[in-house]
C-alpha cells in the first residue's frame, strides 16, 4: 500500500483483505504471506477495526470463545472512541458468539444494541452481521422469525446477484434448519447451484454438500462438476484441512443423523465420534446443527445430571459406576432415562 494513500482507504483495503480470506475460505495460514508485507506501523490501523476482523474471522471458523474475547477488547475500546462506525456492527457478532455458547442473557443485550445502533454500521462488512445474527434471532424470537428474515435476506441476495451473499446464506439456512428436510433435500441442489457460480476453496466444498449427503442417503454421491465421488467423510476432512471445525463437525452431526435412518448404525456412530474430535476444540459451541445439549439446563433428576456430566467428559459407564458406587447397568439406565428427556441418542451430544 502506497505511504500517500489515504488512512481511511488504507482502513477499507484491510477491511476487504478480511472479507476475501473469509470468502476464498482457504487456511488462514495460506495468507500470512500478504500479511508479511504490509507496512503496518505506517497503516495506523485502528486497533478495534483489527480487533473486529479477527473476531469475524474466528467465529466463521466457529471459535466463539476466542471471538468473544477479541470482540469484547474491540467493544471496550469503541466505547470509548468510535471513529469508524463499528460499535454495532461489534455487538452483532458478540451476540452471535454468546448464543454459539449459551449465555442469552449476553446474546440479547448485544443484539439490541446492534438494533440500536446506526443503520451504517459496519459499512461493507454489514451482510455479514445480518446472516449471522440468523442465529441470534433463532435463539432469542424463535424459528419463524428466523425464517422469516432469513427468507428476506435471501430474496434481497438472489434479487441484486450478490451470489456469494446468497451461497453463505443458503447454506447458514441448511445449518440453523431453516429449510426443512423436504425442501428438496434441505435446500442442498440450491446450495449446490449457487456455489457453482462462486470461486474460492470454501464454494467448492458447499458445491459437494448435495452429493455427499446423497451419498449417505444411498442415492449416488458423484460431484456434476468433477465427477467424483463425494462422502460426508471426505467432506468433514476437507473442511478440517481449511480451518472449519465447525462446519465439519456439523456435517458429520448431520450425516450420523441421516445414517442412522437409514439403518447405517455403524457408519453412524463412527461420524458421530468424527463430529466429537472436530467439535472438542471449540468447547461448549453448539448449532442446531450439532444438537448437542447443555445438561446444566435440562430437566434430570440429581442423580440423572450427575451421570450425564461425567458422560459428557468421555468416560465410560464403568469409569463412571466405578467414581459413584453404582454397578454399570445402573449407569446405562440412568442415561437412557436422561436420554430420552433430552431427546439425544448419544452422550456425544452432551454438554457438561
Sequence with gaps: MAPCTAICTRRTCVQAMFHAMLGEGAPLADF??????????????????????????FLDAGDATEATDLLGQASALLAMRDSTNLAGFTAALDSVAATMTGNLERARERYQAWLAASSTSGRLSRPEADRLTLHTILALDGEQAARER?????????????????????????????????????????????AGRVQGTLAGLLRVYDAAFSEVNGQGGVDDVAGTPRTAEMLIADHLRTGRPLFA??????????????????????LLDLCAEAVAPLGEVNTPSLGRVRVREA????????????????????????????????VEGHLQ????????????????
Aim: one cysteine or more; glycine letters at 6%; hydrophobic letters at 45%.
Design 150 to 194: 432469513f427468507e428476506e435476506l435471501v430474496a434481497e441476495a438472489e434479487h441484486a446477484e450478490y451470489w456469494h451473499s446468497l451461497m453463505r446464506l443458503l447454506h447458514d439456512g441448511w445449518r440453523l434448519q431453516l429449510v426443512p428436510p423436504e425442501h428438496d433435500r434441505w435446500g442442498l441442489p440450491r446450495l449446490a447451484e449457487v
Design 299 to 330: 430437566p434430570l433428576s440429581e442423580r440423572e445430571l450427575e451421570v450425564c456430566e461425567l458422560a459428557a467428559t468421555g468416560m465410560s459407564n464403568g469409569a463412571i459406576a466405578e467414581q459413584l458406587f453404582l454397578s454399570p447397568r445402573t
Design 32 to 57: 500470512d504471506r500478504y500479511f508479511s508485507t504490509i507496512d503496518w506501523a505506517s497503516l495506523a490501523l485502528d486497533h478495534a477495526f483489527f480487533l473486529s476482523g479477527r473476531g469475524l474471522m
Design 249 to 270: 463437525a456439523e456435517v458429520a452431526a448431520r450425516a450420523a443423523e441421516l445414517a442412522s435412518e437409514v439403518g447405517a448404525k455403524g457408519r453412524a456412530s463412527r
Design 337 to 352: 432415562r436422561a436420554y430420552m428427556k433430552l431427546g439425544v441418542t448419544d452422550r456425544r451430544q452432551l454438554i457438561a
